[in-house]
T-cell receptor
Framework: DAKTTQPPSMDCAEGRAANLPCNHS???????VYWYRQIHSQGPQYIIH???NNETNEMASLIITEDRKSSTLILPHATLRDTAVYYC??????????????FGQGTTLQVKP | EAQVTQNPRYLITVTGKKLTVTCSQN?????MSWYRQDPGLGLRQIYY???????DKGDVPEGYKVSRKEKRNFPLILESPSPNQTSLYFC????????????FGAGSRLTVL
């Protein structure tokens, strides 16, 4: 699986958009980008995933660059409850050990009032 | 409500006393897995199961056993716990068609003295 690089921490003002970057320059054509978050010591929570098109759901938007070497997770109106560690994970779909995700160090997002 | 339920949530035990952490999901998911989370090491997969009676080792299986006799349950067994198994444990499940979209339990914090 391709390696991902994320900034260790970011701040965001409450009510503003939070833009979390992820670099995955060695991503291959059959690898998807997944985003999860973990609020302090709770179980990780799935947010969104995509292959090459931009994706949006009720939680967030995922913007993937045309060359797929990087992506940005956007929380459109961050609240204090969005304070968490955000993980960007690249993973092949359909590999032998599906469901195994490699969680790196992630980005700690601090939403401030 | 769709969920993964783990019990116990908190446990303090002593070296060598066998224990079982239960995991149950109500989403009819085929895939289930166990992770442990330790400071500085992130989340690491212990065991996984692709369906009933099918289990396999993850990255850190030593000292653990699992079974998958029913689709909904995937207990984690520590036959002879040791202090290095003090950790935060998460059970997760997913559908076969979306195996990397995991639903995690709330976690079980285990302390072995």
């Amino acid at each position: 699986d391709a390696k991902t690089t994320q900034p260790p921490s970011m701040d965001c003002a409450e009510g503003r958009a939070a833009n979390l970057p992820c670099n995955h320059s060695t991503i291959s054509g059959n690898e998807y980008v997944y985003w999860y978050r973990q609020i302090h010591s709770q179980g990780p929570q799935y947010i969104i995933h995509g292959l090459k098109n931009n994706e949006t759901n009720e939680m967030a938007s995922l913007i993937i660059t045309e060359d797929r070497k990087s992506s940005t997770l956007i929380l459109p109106h961050a609240t204090l409850r969005d304070t968490a560690v955000y993980y960007c994970i690249v993973r092949v779909v359909g590999s032998s050990n599906t469901g195994k995700l490699i969680f790196g160090q992630g980005t700690t997002l601090q939403v401030k009032p | 409500e769709a969920q993964v339920t783990q019990n116990p949530r908190y446990l303090i035990t002593v070296t060598g006393k066998k224990l079982t952490v239960t995991c149950s999901q109500n989403m009819n998911h085929e895939y289930m897995s166990w992770y442990r989370q330790d400071p500085g090491l992130g989340l690491r997969q212990i065991y996984y199961s692709m369906n009933v009676e099918v289990t396999d080792k993850g990255d850190v299986p030593e000292g653990y056993k699992v079974s998958r006799k029913e689709k909904r349950n995937f207990p984690l067994i520590l036959e002879s716990p040791s202090p290095n198994q003090t950790s935060l444990y998460f059970c997760a499940s997913s559908r076969r068609s979306e195996a990397n979209v995991l639903t995690f339990g709330a976690g079980s914090r285990l302390t072995v003295l």
